[in-house]
C-alpha cells in the first residue's frame, strides 16, 4: 500500500509558477511509475505528466509541454511536478498518482494505469 499527499497548491497569477509535491509513504518509490493529473470542473481527469521508475523517461500531456517540468527524488520519496507560465485553463484540482512496476523504465499515462491516488491540491490561475 502507498499513500499520496500532494502539497504547494494555490493562487497564482497568469503566467507565474507554481512546484507541487507529492510525497510518498508505505512503500519505496523507486518501484513506482508516478504521474500527475488533473481535473477542473465539470470535466474528466487529464494527464499532465508522467515518470518512470528511474527517472530515466518523461512524458507530458500536449497541453503543458514545454512548460511543466516532472521529477522525482527517490532518496525523499517524493515527485514534484514545477509549472511555468501558467495559464487561467491550467486551473484544476491536480492529483499525484502511483502504479507499481518491476519495470524501471516503464512510464504510464492512462488513468487506469494507476493504483494509488492522492486526495489532490488546488491551483487556480487568475487572469
Known amino acids: 500500500q502507498v499513500q499520496l499527499v500532494e502539497s504547494g497548491g494555490g493562487l497564482v497569477q497568469a503566467g507565474g509558477s507554481l512546484r507541487l509535491s507529492c510525497a510518498a509513504s508505505g512503500r519505496t518509490l523507486s518501484s513506482y511509475a508516478m504521474g500527475w493529473f488533473r481535473q477542473a470542473p465539470g470535466k474528466e481527469r487529464e494527464f499532465v505528466a508522467a515518470?518512470?521508475?528511474?527517472?530515466?523517461?518523461?512524458y507530458y500531456g500536449d497541453s503543458v509541454k514545454g512548460r511543466f517540468t516532472i521529477s522525482r527524488d527517490n532518496a525523499k520519496n517524493t515527485v514534484y511536478l514545477e509549472m511555468n507560465s501558467l495559464k487561467p485553463e491550467d486551473t484544476a484540482v491536480y492529483y499525484c498518482?502511483?502504479?507499481?512496476?518491476?519495470?524501471?523504465?516503464?512510464?504510464?499515462?492512462?488513468?487506469?494505469?494507476?493504483?494509488?491516488w492522492g486526495q489532490g491540491t488546488q491551483v487556480t490561475v487568475s487572469s
Open positions: 498518482a502511483g502504479s507499481y512496476s518491476i519495470w524501471g523504465y516503464r512510464v504510464k499515462i492512462a488513468t487506469t494505469d494507476y493504483d494509488y
Open positions: 515518470i518512470s521508475g528511474n527517472g530515466g523517461n518523461i
